[in-house]
């Protein structure tokens, strides 16, 4: 079995334990659970567009730039409400040209980090908390169990999460 979702093993092949552990794992990570029903080519499919996501949004903070404007937008306005800023706003903030603002604007907004309104001809830009906290919400529970895991001295590796609840 290979992580190449074009590459699906016939589902009467023989599989080893090093291909079950990397299924169970790869559900793990896509949030299944055993009882769910996902062929293995769509559970490898979905599984590899996961990761693309997951880099492309890891990708969108390795530019100093990018994540200062990230950390200013997520400033608490007036009222309780996300302020909204202009892409000539920023620029003065950081003293970087619009060009470059709106370049990095848009690569956090490609990567759903920062929401746009447009407002005649000027576009106001602030941070979507509700995308980084349900997108960073998975990783952060799956920490969270696996330390709680260790404290307690729970063993649980992939192949548990494969074994059927009678088996238990």
């Given at each position: 079995?290979?992580?190449?979702?074009?590459?699906?093993?016939?589902?009467?092949?023989?599989?080893?334990?090093?291909?079950?552990?990397?299924?169970?794992?790869?559900?793990?990570?896509?949030g299944?659970?055993?009882?769910?029903?996902?062929?293995?080519?769509?559970?490898?499919s979905?599984?590899?567009?996961?990761?693309?996501?997951?880099?492309?949004?890891?990708?969108?903070?390795?530019?100093?730039?990018?994540?200062?404007?990230?950390?200013?937008?997520?400033?608490?306005?007036?009222?309780?409400?996300?302020?909204?800023?202009?892409?000539?706003?920023?620029?003065n903030?950081?003293?970087?040209?619009?060009?470059?603002?709106?370049?990095?604007?848009?690569?956090?907004?490609?990567?759903?980090?920062?929401?746009?309104?447009?407002?005649?001809?000027?576009?106001?830009?602030?941070?979507?908390?509700?995308?980084?906290?349900?997108?960073?919400?998975?990783?952060?529970?799956?920490?969270?169990?696996?330390?709680?895991?260790?404290?307690?001295?729970?063993?649980?590796?992939?192949?548990?999460?494969?074994?059927?609840?009678?088996?238990?």
């Open positions: 079995m290979t992580d190449d979702p074009t590459n699906i093993p016939d589902e009467n092949a023989p599989v080893s334990e090093a291909d079950l552990e990397r299924l169970a794992i790869a559900s793990q990570y896509l299944l659970d055993r009882d769910d029903k996902v062929e293995l080519g769509e559970i490898l979905r599984k590899r567009e996961r990761i693309k996501q997951h880099l492309e949004f890891l990708r969108a903070f390795t530019d100093e730039s990018r994540l200062e404007i990230v950390i200013f937008l997520m400033h608490v306005g007036q009222a309780g409400k996300m302020p909204q800023y202009s892409v000539s706003e920023i620029a903030r950081f003293n970087i040209s619009l060009s470059t603002v709106s370049h990095h604007l848009q690569e956090l907004k490609r990567v759903g980090v920062v929401r746009v309104e447009r407002s005649g001809k000027e576009r106001y830009y602030q941070a979507d908390l509700d995308f980084m906290i349900d997108f960073l919400g998975s990783w952060h529970r799956s920490l969270l169990l696996k330390r709680e895991m260790i404290r307690q001295g729970t063993q649980m590796c992939p192949a548990d999460f494969l074994a059927k609840p009678d088996e238990e």
